[in-house]
C-alpha cells in the first residue's frame, strides 16, 4: 500500500470504524471507515447483511479503480461483500493453510471469496496451490513476490553500538523475530536454546505480544534458567531491523504454518543463514541454499542441531552462503520489481474488467 503511494497512485485505506491505525502511515494516504463483519460468536447472519451494505457505501464513496483486499479471512469476505470488480485478494499463509481448515463458515466464505475475486495473487506456489484447492480460478491466480528493499537489507559490519547498548560483548546471537504468539512456536526456540552453549542467547521482539503470551514466554525462560539468556526487546525501530541482522550469527523461524515470510528474505538478503520450519512456501528458498537448514516444526533438539551447525561454520563457509542467500532474493524477491509486476497487474485487470460489475467477474 505504501509503496503504490509512493508510485503517485491515489491509495485509500478501508477500516473498521473502531479499528486502530498504526502510527506512521504516509499522510498521502486517505482512511475511509466502515462497520465490518462481527467475528466473534456465531457470525449472525445480521452482521454479514449489515457489513454488506456497510462496506458497499464505503466503497462507492472512494470509487477505487480496483479494490484489494490483503488477507483472505475477513478482509477477502468484505471485498466479495462489497459486490464491486475488479478486486484483487493477496493472500498471506495461514489464511489459506490453518484458518479455512478449522471452521466449515470460514471454508465456505474462502471459497466464496476467491471464486468472484478478479485476481488471486499468493507470494509462494504452495500458497498458490492452496489457494488452487478452495475454488481460485487458475487463470487468475499469480505467484508475485513483493519481497524487500535490497537497498535497505544488506550485509554489513556488526553494529557494536547495539552490541554494547544490550550487553551481548562475547556473545553468540541467535535473532528470532517473528511475534511471540503460539503460531510462530517462539517457545520451541526457548527449549532450543537450553540445548546450546552458554554463551549463545536469543533475541526476541515484544511487538504485538498479547500479555499472557509474553508472559507465558518469560515463565518458560524462568522456569528452564534460561532468563539470562532470552532477551525481549521492545519493538524494533525500522531503521534498525537490518542492524539486528546484521548483528545475529544465525536467524530462527520455525512456525507452525507459513508461507513467504518478509522476515526469511530480509535475513537472506543480509547474508545471514536461517534455520527455519520445513514447510513447502519454506522450502521453495532454503532447498537449494542447504536443506540442513530446515527443521521440523515443534522440534527443539533438531532446531539446536541446525543452529550449532551454522554456529560451527568457518568464516569462508558462512561468506559463501552468504552470497549465495543474497543472490537468490536479488533474483527472486528484488521489491522495485515486484512492486512494478503487481502494478502492472492492477493496470491489466483495471482495463479488463468494468469497473464496478457485480456478480461474477470473469
Request: proline fraction near 7%; hydrophobic fraction near 45%; include cysteine.
Amino acid at each position: 500500500m505504501i509503496g503504490f503511494a509512493a508510485r503517485g497512485h491515489r491509495v485509500t485505506l478501508l477500516a473498521g470504524r473502531e479499528g486502530p491505525i498504526e502510527p506512521g502511515l504516509p499522510a498521502g494516504i486517505a482512511i475511509e471507515r466502515f462497520t465490518p463483519i462481527s467475528v466473534h460468536g456465531r457470525f449472525p447472519p445480521a452482521s454479514l447483511v449489515l457489513a454488506r451494505r456497510s462496506v458497499r457505501k464505503a466503497v462507492a464513496r472512494v470509487e477505487p479503480d480496483v479494490l484489494v483486499a490483503h488477507f483472505l479471512t475477513v478482509n477477502g469476505w468484505h471485498a466479495w461483500l462489497s459486490g464491486f470488480h475488479p478486486y484483487a485478494v493477496s493472500l498471506w499463509g495461514s489464511d489459506v493453510f490453518i484458518a479455512p481448515k478449522k471452521w466449515r463458515i470460514v471454508n465456505l466464505l474462502a471459497r466464496l471469496t476467491l471464486r468472484s475475486a478478479d485476481l488471486v495473487t499468493a507470494n509462494s506456489q504452495a500458497l498458490r496451490l492452496g489457494a488452487l484447492d478452495l475454488g481460485a480460478p487458475p487463470e487468475r491466480t499469480e505467484v508475485v513476490q513483493l519481497g524487500v528493499d535490497l537497498t535497505e537489507f544488506t550485509a554489513g559490519p556488526d553494529p557494536v553500538a547495539i552490541r554494547a547498548r544490550l550487553g551481548l560483548e562475547g556473545k553468540r546471537v541467535i535473532f528470532s523475530p517473528r511475534p511471540i504468539a503460539p503460531l510462530y512456536r517462539q517457545s520451541v526456540v526457548v527449549e532450543a536454546l537450553a540445548h546450546l552453549p552458554p554463551d549463545v542467547v536469543v533475541l526476541m521482539s515484544r511487538f504485538r505480544a498479547r500479555p499472557d503470551d509474553l508472559e507465558a514466554i518469560e515463565r518458560k525462560a524462568r522456569t528452564m534458567g534460561l532468563a539470562d539468556r532470552v532477551m525481549v526487546l521492545p519493538e524494533i525501530e525500522q531503521a534498525e531491523v537490518a542492524d539486528f541482522y546484521r548483528l545475529a550469527d544465525v536467524v530462527v523461524s520455525i512456525p507452525q504454518s507459513d508461507s513467504t515470510a518478509a522476515v526469511l528474505l530480509e535475513a537472506l538478503a543480509c547474508e545471514k543463514q536461517v534455520v527455519a520450519s520445513d514447510l513447502p512456501s519454506v522450502r521453495e528458498w532454503l532447498w537449494e541454499l542447504d536443506p540442513s537448514f530446515l527443521v521440523p516444526v515443534d522440534d527443539p533438539g533438531a532446531t539446536a542441531a541446525a543452529v550449532l551447525s551454522v554456529l560451527a561454520q568457518s568464516p569462508d563457509e558462512r561468506a559463501n552462503l552468504g552470497s549465495r542467500a543474497r543472490q537468490i532474493v536479488v533474483e527472486r524477491a528484488d521489491q522495485a520489481r515486484g512492486l512494478a509486476r503487481v502494478e502492472s497487474l492492477y493496470r491489466e485487470l483495471v482495463g479488463r474488467v468494468p469497473r464496478g460489475a457485480r456478480g461474477h467477474a470473469g
